[in-house]
């Protein structure tokens, strides 16, 4: 069986977030950069252990990014899979990203294509499903838990106020979150291994990008927090009854 | 034409696509144009009364097959239904995640998930969309003749026009899902957290699952969700699908109340978006406080019950 694990990069959960070039760049300068927690702790981690409960498994790692992206790959890598791709390609939108990988997932002929549910910088979840319409596959989102018996995957993924259970066959395209797997770190064996395990760099190809981001706000400031003592909680209700007219 | 996706749970629209609807009716307005909707699957509700959300026109699959869910096969039926639409609207909710993504590839129309206002239309069609995780929004300009926008849910207000719409059975082409549904289980007799107007959250500050009444009984008085922060539902004290933030379920109510939660920023990136949010801590540091609209400084197990009273004196008033 084949797995491919896309992977993102995306700023740490407690950065800053401010804006420069007349609010149309991302402020990097001093941000710490992770892989983004969905694709780490739950697509990446499920493919570790289809492979460790299946060792003919080939697990690839794919990454559409620059190469400032490679220590988030090696990163990756020291966790487990057997080699990573990197599209070198920064400024495509969410189409263009699904392009790229489409193109690498249809030529490796992989049965399974892992991605986080969403980044966390841009919120797209997009790529899967582009991916998924790329490849004319079917295509399971928000999964919280993945078994496999043979080629019948059976998915439980989250809907609105609850839970389904699916069963499909494989080749899938799977978005996964918190549940799929437990977060795991890596050991000084994997991140030696990883030194040497490889990273193919491929050019992108041409595709076309559907949108552009014109700019960035931030949301307005708060006006500050309206303090009402601990002895009189019921002047908060009447406040929010009469004031901010919440019920 | 502007078409709505309309979503559908166990025969009842769901209440972000009544949303989505009266979205996609105004940007209808802004273009000129009529609103009309699509609707997948067997249902028990009125579909006349789309109208009344300024929907001109409902096409319907009536077919038993479409209530199994699958992404693949709702594309193509959308993509027929949406070939002479300038915008397709969803709701950004699990099924409009799992939809518009395919149908933006397959009729070749830019996304912009998550939106949060109305496109601005002065320089080609940009629309405002959340990014960071409700920390900042990005403006997003779709380059492509056709567009489809997923609109945050309870983030655009229901706009009750009175009016009725034309429903008419539209017929598509379509295969057998290739994935099936074995299995739903829906949190019954709650408010499903993600559209809910009000949600009543507990972190670790509760000290124990047994603590829980407190938020509850506010919740039910309240006709609130519940929810947690994620330590919470790690420990297990709650359920899992309560959990928000980051790596939780973002939500957007109109009031969210956090009590025992120390507001670290990533729980905030799930529930910042809400428009009024009450803090209840007993340690005045807590950097919840800088996020909130009002608060106390206080004891939990001391102030909940004298609000709790004080919401039911409200009620039965
Ligand atoms: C990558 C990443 C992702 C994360 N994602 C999320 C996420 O999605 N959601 C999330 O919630 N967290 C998330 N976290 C964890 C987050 O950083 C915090 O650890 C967590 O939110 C803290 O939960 P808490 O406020 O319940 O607990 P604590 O931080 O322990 O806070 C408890 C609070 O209760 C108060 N308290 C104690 N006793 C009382 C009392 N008697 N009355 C009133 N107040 C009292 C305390 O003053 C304190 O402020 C994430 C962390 C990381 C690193
Ligand atoms: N540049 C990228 N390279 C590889 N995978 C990506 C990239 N961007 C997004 N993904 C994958 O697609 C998922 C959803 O991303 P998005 O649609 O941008 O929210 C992420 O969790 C990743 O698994």
Redesign the pocket.
């Known amino acids: 069986m084949k797995i491919l694990v ?3 990069k995306t700023p740490d959960t407690t950065s800053k977030i401010a804006f420069i070039d007349n609010n149309t760049k991302f402020a990097a300068d001093g941000v710490q950069f992770i892989i ?1 927690p ?2 780490e702790w739950y ?1 990446l981690v499920r493919a570790l252990e289809l492979k460790e409960a299946n060792a003919s498994t080939t697990l690839h790692l ?4 620059g190469a400032d992206t490679e220590p988030i790959i090696r990163k990756a890598l020291a966790l487990g899979g057997d080699e990573a791709i990197r599209i070198n390609s920064e400024n495509g939108d ?1 189409f263009n ?1 699904a392009s790229q ?1 489409a193109l690498i997932a249809k030529a490796g002929d992989y049965n399974l294509i892992f ?5 966390i910088d ?7 499903g582009m991916v998924a319409e790329l490849l004319d596959l079917p295509y399971i989102s928000h999964a919280i838990k993945f078994d496999l018996e043979g080629t019948t995957a059976t998915v439980v993924r989250e809907i609105d106020g609850g839970e389904e259970t699916d069963k499909a066959n494989l080749p899938l395209v799977i ?1 996964c979150q918190k549940g799929m797997a437990e977060q795991r770190i890596p050991n000084m064996k994997g991140i030696m291994g990883a030194r040497t395990k490889p990273l193919k760099v491929i050019e992108p190809t041409t595709f076309d990008s559907y949108t552009t981001i014109a700019s960035f706000d931030l949301p307005p400031a708060k006006a500050g927090v309206k303090l009402v003592s601990a002895d009189n909680p019921e002047e908060l209700v009447r406040l929010l009854h009469e004031e901010a007219k919440a019920f | 034409m502007v078409l709505v996706f309309i979503d559908q749970q166990a025969g009842h629209i769901k209440k972000a696509s009544f949303e989505a609807a009266s979205y996609g009716a105004e940007v209808a307005k802004l273009l000129g144009t009529n609103a009309e909707a699509i609707l997948l699957g067997s249902v028990i509700d009125n579909l006349a009364n789309l109208g009344n959300y300024g929907i001109t026109k409902v096409h319907t699959v009536d077919d038993e097959n479409l209530n199994n869910f699958d992404a693949q096969v709702f594309t193509k039926i959308i993509a027929q239904a949406a070939e002479n639409a300038e915008v397709v609207i969803f709701s950004n909710n699990t099924t409009g995640k799992a939809i518009a993504p395919r149908l933006s590839v397959r009729i070749k129309a830019g996304l912009v998930s998550g939106a949060a206002a109305l496109p601005n239309l002065s320089s080609g069609f940009t629309v405002k969309k959340t990014v960071f995780s409700g920390k900042a929004y990005a403006n997003i300009t779709v380059t492509t003749a056709k567009k489809i926008i997923a609109l945050n849910p309870n983030s655009f207000s229901i706009i009750p026009m009175g009016g009725t719409a034309e429903v008419v059975p539209f017929t598509a082409n379509f295969e057998t899902a290739k994935v099936q549904v074995i299995s739903q289980d829906l949190v019954k007799g709650e408010v499903p957290l993600g559209e809910a107007d009000i949600v009543v959250s507990g972190g670790r500050g509760l000290k124990g699952p047994e603590n829980w009444g407190m938020i509850t009984d506010l919740a039910t008085l309240l006709g609130a969700a519940t929810a947690c922060s994620r330590p919470v539902a790690d420990i297990h004290w709650r359920p899992h699908h309560e959990h928000v933030g980051q790596t939780g379920l973002a939500i957007a109510p109109n009031l969210y109340i956090a009590v025992g939660i120390s507001g670290a920023i990533q729980h905030l990136a799930g529930v910042n978006r809400s428009k009024t949010i009450v803090v209840i801590n007993k340690d005045a540091e807590a950097p919840f406080f800088k996020a909130a609209d009002y608060g106390i400084v206080g004891d939990a197990f001391e102030v909940m019950p004298k609000i709790i009273e004080a919401v039911r004196k409200l009620k039965s008033a």
């Open positions: 896309c992977i993102s983004n969905y694709d697509a794919i990454n559409v990014g969410s990203i990988i991605t986080g549910k969403e980044t841009y919120n797209g979840s997009s790529i899967g978005s």
